[in-house]
């Protein structure tokens, strides 16, 4: 008998995500929340710290049966609900998190703001609608959703 098992997303208490998917999967459950590194300037020190790019998110993979198990585990308040019902995450775009996250999409610097790009690792095209420093803003027309992506620098 195959086990039907989708990925959900768990919405936490605020700053808590990392620590939640530890304990998810010291239980025997997969989880995961897409995490970068950011170094923070501050007036006496430059601080390098671990930033979730789904704010109070974590996606976890689990089977209907063992839904509620979840709750067993600190700092998980509910699960997101879409529709009126918890909303599932296919398996592609938790691919394409991870295919971001490892490897930090770049763009060339003679882009202008209106142009249009493909965002490979999501497979979806984005319109450029800010630009500051080495950062670009683009405006993904199939989510709804603003992603930031670096700018590559000449040297």
């Known amino acids: 008998m195959e086990v039907c098992k989708k990925w959900y997303v768990l919405y936490t208490k605020r700053n808590k995500e990392i620590k939640v998917v ?4 010291q239980n025997g459950f997969k ?28 996606l976890v993979y689990i089977e209907k049966k063992k839904i509620n198990k979840v709750f067993e585990i600190n700092h998980i308040k509910k699960y997101m609900f879409f529709n009126g019902q ?20 770049k763009i060339n610097n003679n882009i202008k703001i209106g142009d249009s790009i493909k965002i490979d690792s999501l497979n979806q095209n984005a319109t450029i609608t800010h ?23 000449k040297k």
């Open 22 to 25: 530890e304990d998810l999967i």
């Open 31 to 58: 989880a995961y929340t897409p995490v970068i590194k950011e170094k923070r300037k501050w007036s006496d020190r430059i601080v390098e710290k671990n930033n979730c790019l789904l704010p109070s998110m974590v």
């Open 86 to 105: 918890r909303a599932e995450v296919k398996n592609d775009e938790i691919l394409a998190m991870k295919d971001y996250v490892k490897n930090k999409q």
């Open 131 to 153: 630009i500051k420093g080495k950062k670009c803003f683009a405006f993904l027309e199939m989510l709804g959703a603003t992603i930031t992506l670096n700018i590559n620098q």
